[in-house]
């Protein structure tokens, strides 16, 4: 079973960059929900690493990074640890107050439109998670509206071919690309 230890980063700090949809995989990917209102999703390639974490009127973009035994350890704002075997993930999220909450991860199987969709705007980057339960997705994402403003993304159209799931922010529609961390 692998190990990662995140540190939380907000999106503006942030260094990776949002895919063009392309069909690179990344080594891990993983969508779960941390309770009624918040889903979470985790991406993994070459090492570097992603948690998104969305209520939709609340986003915080978590960057951590494995080595080789799949181990992550740092200090920050709050961390999160994940354990995953491949299948599935669990996760231990420790809150800003001290608190801790435990959760699990699904691995979104190639070919679905399960995952993490993104992209950068004026303010920071959008993200949106979408995940199947019960055989229908739930689709939950917010977006910056201005520093330290968010708002929910509102889904228009499912999962286009081209791996794009496009979204109304406010007045303005939007297409998010699957999100992919860069190769190292």
């Known amino acids: 079973m692998r190990r990662i230890l995140w540190v939380a980063l907000l999106v503006s700090g942030c260094s ?3 895919g063009t949809g392309e069909a690179t995989a990344p080594e891990v990917s993983y969508v779960g929900r941390l309770d009624a209102q918040t889903l979470v999703a985790l991406e993994s390639r070459d090492g570097a690493a992603v948690l998104y974490v969305c209520s939709g009127t609340k986003a915080e973009w978590l960057k951590g990074s ?3 035994q799949g ?3 740092a200090s920050g704002v709050h961390s999160v640890d994940v354990r995953f075997d491949g299948v599935s993930a669990q996760a231990t999220m420790q809150e800003k107050d001290g608190s801790t909450r435990a959760f699990a991860l699904e691995r979104v199987e190639a070919g679905t439109n399960a995952g993490l969709y993104a992209a950068d ?3 920071g980057r959008t993200g949106a ?3 199947f339960e019960g055989g229908q997705p739930a689709i939950l994402g917010s977006y910056f509206v201005g520093p330290g403003v968010v708002d929910q993304v509102t889904p228009i159209h499912p999962v286009d071919r081209r791996g794009y799931l496009g979204v109304r922010l406010g007045a303005e529609e939007r297409e998010l690309a699957r999100f992919r961390l860069p190769a190292r």
């Open 16 to 18: 990776q960059t949002v």
């Open 66 to 68: 494995a080595d080789t």
């Open 71 to 73: 181990a992550f350890v």
């Open 121 to 123: 705007g004026a303010h």
């Open 129 to 131: 998670i979408v995940r």
